[in-house]
């Protein structure tokens, strides 16, 4: 199964704890926002899901594996973590080239992702000159590469235009129709308003919420906004007692 499973997952960082026994589950078909205020833990976790950072306890899986196990990752799991990190000197389709050679994945999947991510009229200009938009676009290219049953995004929506917003739900929305799992960060629940269909909310690295915004708006005529404040309000309300 194309799952991520979060078991009791912890994280410290000197004297910050930034994942404090998380567990939870990503199902496929849908978009899961993950949702929670800046140093909530999001990052924290999604880079224990990918291996990048080992917890100290619990563990985090993908279909009932680690990460770091799996046998062809690109082609399991695409993530879209630092738009930032990129090699600044290297042209678009250089970097998604080398990206696909050096995980043996065939070469004309790097023309077929830069169309698919609007990029296919810049590919041989130079990551360095890319606006925070095109390297967002870039960023998913490398992520879909392997064309991967399972998406993480991290804050996919920071500093980008309107359209570009409205391209990425587009997009997210359309790879949980195909039936992947998409796990979506971002510290705003309105970012998430009309894509997500099930939201894991944490708060100081705890778990608040994990429930379908259907049954988070309960028929109600409010705002995913309004819920979600209401939520994290009682949570920060229950932690203080
Ligand atoms: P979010 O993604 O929800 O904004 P993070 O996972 O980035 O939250 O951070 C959770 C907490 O862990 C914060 O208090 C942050 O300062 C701390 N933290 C994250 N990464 C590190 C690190 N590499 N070293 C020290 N502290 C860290």
Known sequence: MDTIECRGLRKRYGSTTAVDGLTFTVAPGRVTGFVGPNGAGKSTTMRMILGLDAPDDGAALIGDRPYR???DPLR?????????????GRRARDHLRWLAQSNGLPR???DEVLDLVGLAGVAKRRAGGFSLGMRQRLGIAAALLGDPPVLLFDEPVNGLDPEGVRWIRGLLRGFAAEGRT???SSHLMAELADTADHLVVIGRGRLIADTSVRDLLGGRRVSLEEAYFELTAAATEYHAR
């Open 69 to 71: 196990s799996l046998r």
């Open 108 to 110: 004309h999947r790097v």
């Open 76 to 88: 399991r799991v695409g993530a879209l973590l630092d738009a930032g990190a990129l090699h600044p």
């Open 182 to 184: 998409v796990l979506v």
